[in-house]
């Protein structure tokens, strides 16, 4: 898992954070006169989420000198997470989105305003790489790597790094197709960054777009062969799928939820009970049966990440 020696980090993430408008009633986004404001960002989801889970971890973004900003570093500094590399940016702005009320548990509408935001505008040499390799694993999205063609430079450099320096490292596509130019190359550019990853954590409907394949044992075959060490491929309400180089494999079934009231975070919930459980040295299966029910968690509260238990909540 990583080096061995004491790591002042157990996790790093990179990412954009924004700020998030919720609607405050089921009404379309146009006709809606009430929104709630709360975080977004699938890395500080991550980030917050095993920050709970009892772990130490660390933050890389920009921000503008802005509220939303100083919401933004507020909010995820005050759940524990180190965010001293968070750099305020004095000439752009704070990324922002608004997210329509889900009357049924569907994914919800969202609209984004971060074109052109501080996080977008990162540059490779601005990376501390001390700090990156402080930590002991590297988690990233393929949504920072969506943000601009210089965050794509960001996220492979930041990656190869920490593979390069025996660092666990997990990726979660998280596809954004409408932050990319075009559909080809967004799956050229996830599928390239996976090859730099450990652990390779998609949907299995990304996991479809991605590779033109359809089982999750074919999926998770292709990016073994592409040079990841283990895949996971989440399933939704039927739980997960892992697949090892080293020949383990095997289903893990769903946490039935009672209702669900907002579907994004789920994933992230995932992430974070994943990567916490490996990290502690769990194997594969247990590992995915505290993923599945973080992430059963996070989609029974209104919210990307106000759902992710603390370390106390999770089952015996």
Request: hydrophobic share 45%; aromatic share 6%; glycine share 12%.
């Amino acid at each position: 898992m990583g080096s061995s020696t004491a790591l002042p980090l157990d996790v790093v993430t990179i990412g954009e954070s924004m700020a998030l408008l919720v609607a405050d009633s089921t009404a379309a986004l146009a006709e809606e006169q009430h929104f709630s404001k709360r975080l977004a960002g699938a890395e500080t989801n991550v980030a917050i989420g095993l920050a709970r889970l009892g772990l130490r971890v660390g933050w890389i973004s920009r921000l503008g000198a802005d509220s939303f900003g100083s919401f933004v570093q507020r909010t995820v500094a005050g759940e524990g997470v180190d965010c001293s590399r968070v750099v305020i940016d004095p000439t752009r702005s704070t990324g922002f989105m608004l997210k329509a009320r889900s009357r049924s548990g569907e994914d919800p509408q969202v609209e984004y305003y971060r074109k052109g935001s501080a996080a977008s505008a990162m540059q490779i040499a601005q990376l501390d790489e001390t700090y990156l390799l402080s930590a002991r694993h590297l988690h990233m999205t393929g949504i920072f790597a969506a943000l601009s063609p210089a965050t794509l430079g960001y996220c492979e450099h930041s990656m190869q790094l920490a593979r390069s320096a025996g660092r666990g490292l997990s990726f979660d596509p998280n596809l954004r197709p409408s932050l990319w130019a075009s559909q080809q190359h967004m799956r050229a550019s996830i599928n390239r960054l996976a090859r730099s990853a450990r652990w390779v954590l998609p949907g299995i409907a990304e996991g479809r777009l991605l590779t033109g394949l359809a089982s999750p044992e074919e999926i998770a075959a292709y990016y073994l062969h592409q040079g990841a060490e283990a895949v996971v491929l989440k399933l939704g309400a039927d739980g997960a799928y892992f697949r090892t180089l080293d020949g383990q494999a095997g289903y893990s079934a769903g946490c039935p939820v009672p209702q669900v009231v907002d579907t994004v975070g789920a994933g992230d919930g995932f992430a974070a009970g994943l990567i916490s459980a490996r990290l502690e040295g769990l194997a594969w299966p247990l590992a995915l049966q505290r993923a599945n029910w973080v992430g059963a968690q996070a989609i029974q509260v209104l919210g990307d990440m106000e759902g992710l238990p603390y370390r106390h909540q999770l089952p015996g």
